[in-house]
């Protein structure tokens, strides 16, 4: 493969999608730290590089990417050889709609909860949208508890890219000081998850 950098610092969540990912095929990549206390995504070389100012951002080959889940699946359609992802089209589609569900429909409720009390000094956090955000996400975590009933992971027995996303959002949830329902598939997933190397390395850290 031809060299890949990836811009964007370590404790972001969509950047750990795509090192996630690296870690499990084995990619080689250089990191450049960019965004948060690191700066450096407003200026005019990062622009041109992703409009958005946001991470990650990603070359290879003269091919530039943003986007995270488009990311993920771009990289598993051309190094995977069959690894995290399936050749057949109506695998593949169950597998992208977990991503699109992490996007549209779990981000917007537990976002607020993760900016409250990681991002926002105690004494400014609102109570109550900490607690509609948790039990909203906790609702949504029973959809995906009864999904891996079927199986270790969320599209049966091996890790795909279904798993990733909300793989990473699990280590938030089960890290985060706040109340959560009983979800016993879920919680074996999340120690699954927590048992893989490149899960230990690139999610299982500060949280920030």
């Not at 409720?109 to 105690?122: G, H």
Request: with cysteine; proline share 7%.
């Amino acid at each position: 493969m031809g060299k890949m950098r990836i811009w964007g610092r370590k404790t972001s969540s969509n950047v750990q999608k795509v090192l996630w990912l690296a870690g499990e095929l084995g990619l080689e990549y250089e990191r450049i730290d960019v965004g948060g206390p690191f700066g450096g995504n407003d200026t005019p070389e990062y622009r041109a590089l992703n409009p958005n100012g946001l991470v990650p951002t990603v070359e290879i080959d003269g091919l530039v990417l943003w986007e995270s889940n488009s990311i993920l699946r771009y990289l598993v359609r051309k190094y995977g050889q069959g690894r995290c992802y399936s050749t057949d089209l109506g695998q593949a589609a169950l597998i992208d709609r977990w991503l699109d569900w992490q996007l549209g429909t779990f981000n917007p409720a537990f976002t607020p909860v993760f900016m409250q009390l990681v991002r926002t000094p105690p004494e400014k956090r609102d109570p109550k949208i900490i607690e509609a955000g948790t039990k909203r996400a906790g609702e949504l975590y029973r959809v995906l508890d009864d999904q891996l009933a079927k199986g270790p992971y969320l599209n049966g027995a091996e890790l795909t890219i279904a798993d990733i996303p909300m793989g990473i959002n699990a280590y938030r949830w089960f890290n985060l000081p706040i109340d959560r329902p009983a979800l016993p598939n879920l919680e074996a997933w999340y120690k699954r998850l927590a048992a893989r190397a490149a899960y230990k390395t690139h999610v299982m850290i500060e949280i920030e």
